[in-house]
Each structure stands twice: as structure tokens, then as C-alpha cells.
């Protein structure tokens, strides 16, 4: 793998988007099998394209399938063409079993099961591309084991904050005096939505609040809390 260029990326106190994404084909180009293990937004999709768009034929790997319609879409915004890809989920990746590719794409990598990865070992390819934004490490040790060893390229949200590809996650907290019993409450695990509670007391709100987000609230002032971001 060219390592050489990774750290020189690495040193740099800016990087665009699409500068990240043109040094992809040149560090794939330096080794049979890469993994980008990339913080999600950096662009893994427009890697893929500059990576293969000179290649006849590739076989992509998707856990959804409504991420092909995602790819084709991004493919005629960007001006590739996909005419190279054959596209196919991971339960059906045993229809490929002799078949030879110029390069198989793993999108999602992390999700492979062992028996997909039986059947990858018996498709001919002559690059591997993976993409996820977390691998745990004995999921590595077993692709290893079983299919082949990859080189990784890791990108992690302080790298990508450092470039100014993404922004810095803020959460924002402010206060609110309610007037009735109904007080607003955000629902953690649930969508970045308001929702409201009917409760008899103050002491009540804060006591739900408290499950919720885990957040000390002083009762006397009465103010309610909203997270936003």
C-alpha cells in the first residue's frame, strides 16, 4: 500500500473532499486488496467509481439493495458510467461461484458472513475493495483467515474534523419556562423530534426528563430542557 502518500495526507492541515477521493485509485493501484475504513461522509461511493472507472469488469457486493439505485443515481450526478458493475447482495453472492471479475467491491464489508465468504473465495477477481466505516478486529482476523489479508486505510471524525471535510458535531442545550403541565421532552431514541408528556408535577417532568437524557435539572428554577442539534 502506499503509505508514503496516506501520511503525506495525513500531515496536511486541509483536504478536500475530492482530493481524498483522487488519491484512492493511486493507493489501490499499490496493493491487491484495500479496506477504506472511513468515517461516514468522506464520499466512499465516488472512491469506488475513480478506483474502478477504468476497470471492464466489477462485481459489487451490496448489503441493501436499494444502495445500487443509490450508486447508479450518484454515478449519472458525477458523470461515471456503471456499465462495468454487476450488481448483487450478499445472499446471492453464491451465484458467481467461477466466475472471474476484474475486481470485486465490498460495500459494507463488516456485514460479510461466513458463507458469503465461502462463496467470495470461489469467484476469480483480481482486486478487492472494501468499504465500511467500522471493522472490528475479529471480524478482520476472520476475513483474513478465510478469504485473504487486505491493507486498510483508516480515516477516523478527528482526521476528517482536522481537513474540514466535516464540521465538528455541536449539541446545542436551551431552556424554556413551560406554563402548563404539558412540558416538552425529547425522545433519545426516537427521531429528532419533540414529543409531550401529560404529568400532575414539576418533580414528575424532571423525574422523566432524568430517565431520558440523564440530565441533572434544577427542580426550584422550573425550566424545562430541550436538546437540539
Known sequence: MNTQ?????????????NELQDAVPIVFNSCSALLLEWI??????????????HMNK????????????????????HGFSYDQYTFVH????????????????????DVISDAAKDHLTR??????????????LP???AFYQQVCRFDTWNIDLNQANKWGIL??????????????????????????K????NISTFEEFTSNLGNQVNMNVNANEKECVKIVT
Open 194 to 197: 419533540y414529543s409531550t408528556v
Open 123 to 136: 469467484i476469480g477477481f483480481n482486486k478487492l475493495l472494501l468499504l465500511t466505516a467500522k471493522f472490528p
Open 5 to 17: 502518500l496516506i501520511n503525506e495526507l495525513k500531515q496536511r492541515s486541509t483536504l478536500t473532499q
Open 139 to 141: 471480524k478482520k482476523l
Open 40 to 53: 461516514t461522509g468522506l464520499g466512499k461511493g465516488r472512491s469506488i467509481m475513480k478506483a474502478c472507472d
Open 90 to 109: 450478499y445472499n446471492s453472492l453464491k451465484k458467481h461461484v467461477g466466475l472471474q471479475y476484474d475486481c470485486v467491491v465490498l460495500d459494507e464489508a
Open 167 to 192: 464540521p465538528v458535531p455541536e449539541i446545542h442545550v436551551h431552556y424554556v419556562t413551560p406554563s402548563t403541565d404539558e412540558y416538552l421532552l425529547f425522545p433519545i431514541n426516537k427521531s429528532w
Open 58 to 77: 466489477v462485481l459489487f457486493v451490496v448489503e441493501k439493495l436499494n444502495h445500487i439505485k443509490n450508486f447508479k443515481d450518484d454515478c449519472d450526478k
